[in-house]
Every structure is written in C-alpha cells, then in structure tokens.
C-alpha cells in the first residue's frame, strides 16, 4: 500500500513528499556492513583443521579455525545437480538463527562419489551421470563446484569469508573508534587484553570486529545488540560470466550493475532489508520492500544460481576481473585464457549463519526446477486472481462500490476484482467494517458476486491498541505480539496510531491469525472476500528506517534482526492458510502481500509497492518484474497507472497494454489522485483501455496454461528471453521486452509520442508473427515496427500453439465454458506444438486428479489433439470453435474432421497474403482427441 513516511503525533499524520535518504542507512552507517566491506581480498585465514575431514554418503563435514574460533563445516550433495554449503560456530554462546521456513522441507540428498582425497583437498562428484563435482580445498580454506568438468562457482577463493563468532562482553576493545557517522554509547566493562602480536593479526585478518561496540545508535535509536556483534560474509565468484540477475527487490536494471572496482555504476552495494520506501527513486541498489537472497550467473555456455539462506539484513558487492588472474590461477585443474571474464561477489549479514545452496544448472530452466525443489513453486492461483483488478485508496462506501461496478457494467468492460483499502475499517481495526459507510457488507458482497465479482480487503500485521477492540484484546491477553527489549509489547506508530505487532515467526500464532479469517470471526466476510497483506516489512512509521527495532524479540527468543527479511512471509502464509480452512479446505487462496522472501511464493501474489505515474517508472516495472520471476516469484505487478500522481492519457493507456501482459494486473492509485477508472475517460481513451483489458481475458487459457507449468517446474510465466535463447549473448542484458511463457513476445511501448518502436526477435532460424497484423518476421534481427497508440508490440513464435477466448464476458467465472480459439504459428518445418491446461478454475480438485490436460501437434498438413494425461478426470464444457494456422503456404482444397472414428468437412478461409488457414467450427468438445487433415 501507500508508505507515507511521516511524522506522527496522536492526531495527525503529516506526508513527506518523496523518498528521503535520510531515513535509511548506507553501507558506512551500518557499522556490521562497513567493517565486512573494508575487507580486502587475500589469502584466507580460515583453514580446515587437519584430521577433521569426514567423507560420508551424501555430505563432507570438517571443522575449520581461523585462530580465534573453530567452526563446523559441511557440504551436501543434494539431488539435481544443487549442493549446500553450511558453516556454524562449534561451541556458540548462543544458538545462531538457521532459516528453515524459507524450505519445503528438508532437502533430498544424493549420493557422492569420493574422486580423491589428499592432503590439501578432497573431491567428490555427484548430480546427474556424475555431471557435478564439488572440491573443498583445506588451506586455505575454499569450496569449488564445477560442472561437466568447468568451475562454474567458487566460494572463498578471494579470501573474504568472515564469520563473527558470538563472545562475551569482556572481549570488547577499550576505547573504541567512532565509526564513521555513527553514535555509539559505552560497551560492556571490562576488557580482553591481547599481546602485539594478537592486536596486529586481528587488524590484518578482521577474525574480530575492529573495535565495534555491542550497542549501535542510528539517529535517535539505540540497538542494544545483547549477543554482540555476529555478522558472516563470504565471496561467491562465476568464473566465465558477464551477467548476473537476481537478488530482488530493487528499481534497478535486470543484469545487475557493477558496485566496487573498475567500471561501478553504484558506489553502495546491493541491499536486502525489507523496508517501506516512500516514492523510491529508480536505478538505484536501496533495499525496497522484499528480499530473495538469489542469485543466477548466465552466460551463453552455462547457467548456475546461489542462495544465500539467510534473513537477516545482507548486502551484496559485485564487480569483475578476469579469471586467469583471479580464482581460476588457484586451480591446477582449470585452464583459463587471457580473456575469461569472471564476476565477484561478496555477500553479508548481520546475524545467522552461513549456508548457501548452489544450483548448478546447467541451463536457465534447470535452475527454476532446482530452486523450486528447494522453496516450492508457485501453487497454481484460481483463475480469478490473474484476471483484472480494480483497487484505490479508498472507495468510500458501499455506494461507492456499487458505483463502480455499474460502470464497468454500463460500459461492457471485464473485471473479477474490487478492492478496498484501509479506510473500510472501523477507526483502522482490521477485520471490521465502518458501519457508517459499509453498512451491509455481505449484501454488498453478495451483489459483487452476483456479476461474477469478488472483492479483496486489505488486513495488515500491526493492531490498533484500542481497548474493547476484539483482536489487540485477545493478542494482549495471550502475549501474541512481539515483545520489545525489555520483554513488554513492542509498540510503535502505524496507520491506526498507537499500534502492535503480531509475532507471525510463531506456528501457534500463525494458527490464531488463520482463525481470525474465519466466518464467524470476520464479520460481515463471505468466501468471495480475499486478503491484501499491506506495511509487513514490517513498517513501523515512528521507527529506525521506518521498521521495527532489530533488538525485538520474537517466538522462540530470536531478536529481530535474524528474522527481519522473512516475518513478511510469515503474514500471508497464515492468511493463506486462514482462507483455506474457512472453505473447510475445498477453496484455494488468494493473497497479496508487500513484503516477500524465498519461499513467498508458496503463499500469493506480490507487487511493486509505491510506484510513480511517470514513464520511468512503467519501463522500470519490466526489469523489477523479471527479476522477482527468475527468483521464484511469478506471481507479480506493478500498480498500473502508478500509484502516485496523475498519468496523462497516453501514458495510462500504454500502462494498461503492458500490465495486461504481465503476471499480476491490477490499477491501483492513492487517495489523492484523480479518479481513474476506465470508463471515466473520454471515448477513445476508454476504448483502448478497454481493448487492453480484453486482450488479457482473451488470453486467460494461455496465462491459465503457463501458471499450471510454473506450479510444476518453477518457470516464470514472465521471463526474460535469455531464458529460452540461452546462447544468444544479444539477449543478456535485454530488459524491456519478455517472453510470456515460451511462445509470446512482447515489447510494451514505453516512452510517449513514438511513431516506431525496435523489437529485437531472437533465433536466427526462428519465425516470428505479429498477433494484430499477423504479419511473419525471421528472427535473429531486431525490426523497427510501426505504432500507434492502438498497437501493443506482441508476437507468437514459431512452432508454437496459443489457446484463447474471444467472446467478452463481465469476469472471467462467466468464461469457464466458453468455446476456444487454437492460433497454429508454423515453424520453418511447418511444425507446431502446444498444451491447455484445465480446472474448475477455483478448488483444491484438480489435486485429486480433476484436470485437464490436452496436448496440440501440426505436422505433416495434420492438426492433432490429445490427451495430455489420462489420469486427469475434468470434465470441461468448452469446445473448439476455431483453429487459426499462420503460415500455410499454399490455399488448400479442402480441410477434413476426423473425430470419433466418423469424418466431417469443415468450411474455412485461406488469406494468400497472410498464409493464414482459418478453419472453422470443428465444435468437438475440448477433452475429446480429434484430427484434423489439410490437403
């Protein structure tokens, strides 16, 4: 939702217009950041402890020593081609946070093939065929992975690995420095006295924090830090690469920019720590308002990601060298030319420990399977939710809402979803109405869904601490809220005013949320109201950078600070849940949330937060897309028309074609913009608005399609083109065009005023056809097409079948019968293949085997359909009406039916200059096989 960073008092909340770097720290105000990114490349002091070395079935463990602690080490061979590299203290003070909710489980291991074990190194293999080897090198310590016999990721090879080891107070430094723009008060008494010697090593290997306090003050804040200094670092460098992606959320470039050394476009590493950003500036590494430790290296020969397990606040540095003066000269088993290109990065956070998977492809897809394995994919979301929403803050009433329905009635425009944001609430208490203005609400529910229309309310994590209020009473009563440092409840400022937090990090108490959902509990809600999970980075507005104090202590004694990243999870997974169980499990969920972390994707959608109608920011909504879709997030928009301001006409047009084409379509505006629903435009603005609206009705069997995919594989519905042309370098660092799914192309007009528009087509021997013109067009070039605010840039591939509906409905419950359209695009062999996927479009059913799933081949002058999966028992009422076929060379004399061991003509029309066969009312039933024969 909105994030006015403000300034609060018991009656007023007073807007700041824009972002203001003030309120968030840099690199050299965090002192845990600073004293992890002033180390310089070396030769690591951490070694593997001799004798230590254990080879078991599917892991290698040893202990490793960095004279001052020791630390146990392992190294999993999972299966897939992925392993896991985890390093705790031996001996801590205190248990270190491990993240195990961001898994679906325990990961599957695999056997490993001990290759060879000396004294400086043991090597096993592992993964398909044995395709994976990993090498942990003994002194100094540092972990290889190789693929087909290529270093693909080394892990300490530059020497940076930190790993603060938990101490008591006495060790502190007397007389500590001031880091720089910091305010530190006094430490613990006592001090640890060290030699010389002792003093000189800790400054060169950084084995302790130099000089660092246990309490750290930013601004007016005081973090109290109790267990003391513990960040953990380590380089992660990709040899043979020029391009990395990933590590969301930031309004920057899909191929991320360079941050230290030669060539940095950014002076500030890349920063993972969900906050709640005012009108955040583009291009830019701040932290926004989710994190997914994820990164994938791409280069036109392989493909491997890392995950970085960890929830607490991270940075990132990339930068590049080239590889035979770097890693590559410390192994005698890798030759390297002059010229391999070699990325580095240096990842670190504040708490937790290290463990990292690394997935070692060896293609894109490759990965999202083995990612996916690890987090879960996307479930499939009912259909509902990937139709068309309407949101604002705030329609004021019931009357209001109504208002707004007539109009997309009156003016025939489809939309499955209203949405009302905070101000539907008695006083800002969630899970109530304002009886003044929402007087009936389930009337007013009802009557959505008697035009097929369901609505979506918006239910944050922090509750208003008003006495007589149902839910503080109960979280008060039963201690569910987060305490603060002091073991009270932590408390602090948000929409509602005075305000606290629920401790989602709690299975029990997630449970209580869950009930909360509940129709006896949630009065006035039906089964066709869904969730909105806003401000859950969490956002505190009276907070050290707009969040909760990281010295907060949460379910199971853990500060804030090892959980920060992943509490937003945490809110729409009991939501989720809460939504199942009141259907008594037969309904699937639907929730959007702000705040996201790996694993996000098991629970709902996410969006862009705070955008800006300007032109920069609907161009910049490509790249921020992609990047959540590679990292496991599919299920993503951006507000279209953005959030704040005013969008001229042209722009808002050119924002609905391009949110109609991306995963998550939804028009949302703050409270003092101008009233923006489409039907409220003059004609042709309205027209156009609408024809983008339809377009995506009309496609939703091929979005359906691609969800269904992505539930089972991992891949983005929305995915960059390097994805499916992995070896065209012309693709990897394009960003504002995208692949929807593996058969569409699409390059959404981002600037005003333009007459032509460059669309680069990859595949040299690819064909490619425009889906208005149907013109065809060789790949392996880029075009310049012409454009006009009617024309959306789009194209299907060659090779490739598209299902749709063409008939315009209110929403998309109204469609679920309706006859398709198959649109063939030939290949240069005058081939085509494609699948639907099938439901009832609602349920949990099709996990008891209610689906369809229908498989599309041409070949040979021959359309075919079958069944996809004989297992699947759906029933669909819909049938083919039409099938399109581009790229028929010559006009047929006549096109045969053969269904059901009977033939049957059908009547068609051939366009010599499109070569587009039309072959009209097969009308057989979209689950029967059929063929059809052209001659």
Known sequence: ???????????????????????????????????????????????????????????????????????????????????????????????????????????????????????????????????????VVFKPFRVDFLMDKEVVTSLNSRGLMNFEHYRKPSLVAQDPPVVEEQHHEEGAEGEHEHSEQE????????????????????????????????????????????????????????????????????????????????????????????????????????????????????????????????????????????????????????????????????RPHDLFRQYAALTGPTPLPPMFSIAYHQCRWNYNDQEDVYGVNKGYEDHDIPVDVIWLDIEHTDGKKYFTWDSAKFPSSKEMLEKLWSYGRRMVTIIDPHIKREDGYHIHSDAQSRSLYVKNYNGGDYEGWCWPGSSSWIDFTSPDIRKWWAEQLSFDRYGGSTGTLFTWNDMNEPSVFNGPEITMHKDAKHHGDWEHRDVHNIYGMFQPQATAEGQVARSGGRDRPFVLSRAFFAGSQRFGAVWTGDNTGEWAHLKASMPMLLSLGITGLTFTGADVGGFFKNPDSELLVRWYQAGALQPFFRAHAHLDTKRREPYLHEENVMQRIRNAIISRYTRLPYWYTCYWHASKTGAPTMRPLWVEFPADASTFAIENQYLIGSSLLAKPVTEPGVSSWDVYLPGADEIWYATDDLQRYTGGRT?????????????????????????????????????????????????????????????????????????????????????????????????????DVLGVASQPTTVTLRHNGSERTLAFYYSTGHQRLVIRKPDVNVGDDFDIVIA
């Open 1 to 135: 939702m909105r994030a006015l960073h403000v300034l609060i008092s018991a009656c007023a909340v007073i807007s700041v217009l824009g972002v203001d770097r003030n309120n968030f720290k840099t690199c050299g105000e965090s002192s845990f950041c600073k004293r992890n990114r002033d180390l310089e490349p070396k030769e690591s002091t951490y070694h593997v402890v001799p004798g230590t070395i254990n080879v078991e079935s599917d892991k290698v463990t040893f202990e490793l020593f960095n004279n001052e602690a020791t630390f146990i080490g392992e190294v999993f061979t999972l299966v897939d081609n992925t392993a896991r590299l985890m390093i705790n203290e031996k001996s801590p003070l205190h248990p270190r946070y491990v993240v195990k909710d961001s898994l679906v489980g325990e990961p599957k291991s695999a056997k490993l093939e001990l290759e060879e074990q000396t004294d400086s190194l043991v090597r096993v293999r592992f993964g398909d065929n044995g395709r994976a080897t990993a090498v």
């Open 199 to 362: 003093q000189q090593q800790q400054q060169e290997h950084h084995a302790e924090p130099r000089y660092e306090d246990w309490t750290e003050t930013y601004k007016t804040h005081t973090d109290h830090r109790p267990k003391g200094p513990s960040s953990i670092g380590m380089d992660i460098v990709f040899p043979g690469v020029e391009h990395v992606y990933g590590i969301p959320e930031h309004a920057d470039s899909l191929s991320l920019k360079l941050t230290k050394g030669n060539g940095a476009t950014h002076s500030e590493p890349y920063r993972l720590y969900n906050l709640d950003v005012f009108e955040y500036e583009l291009d830019n590494p701040m932290a926004l308002y989710g994190s997914i430790p994820v990164m994938l290296a791409h280069s036109a020969t392989h493909s491997t990601s890392v995950f970085w397990n960890n929830a607490a606040e991270t940075w990132i540095d990339i930068s590049n060298s080239l590889a035979k003066s770097g890693i590559l000269s410390l192994m005698s088993y890798f030759q390297a030319n002059d010229e391999t290109p070699q990325i580095d990065t240096h990842w670190f956070s504040e708490s937790g420990v290290i463990d990292i998977f690394v997935m070692l492809g060896p």
């Open 783 to 883: 075009i310049s097409l012409s454009v006009n605010l009617d024309r959306v840039p789009l194209f299907q591939r060659g090779g490739s079948i598209v299902p749709t509906k063409e008939r315009i409905r209110r929403s998309s419950v109204h469609m679920i019968n309706d006859p398709l359209t198959l649109t063939v695009a030939l290949d240069t062999k005058g081939t085509a293949t494609g699948d639907l996927y099938m439901d009832d479009e609602t349920t949990f059913d099709h996990q008891k085997g209610v689906y369809l799933v229908r498989n599309f081949a041409y070949s040979g002058n021959t359309f075919q359909s079958r069944n996809g999966d004989p297992s699947g028992t759906y029933k669909s009422g819909a049938w083919i009406q039409r099938v």
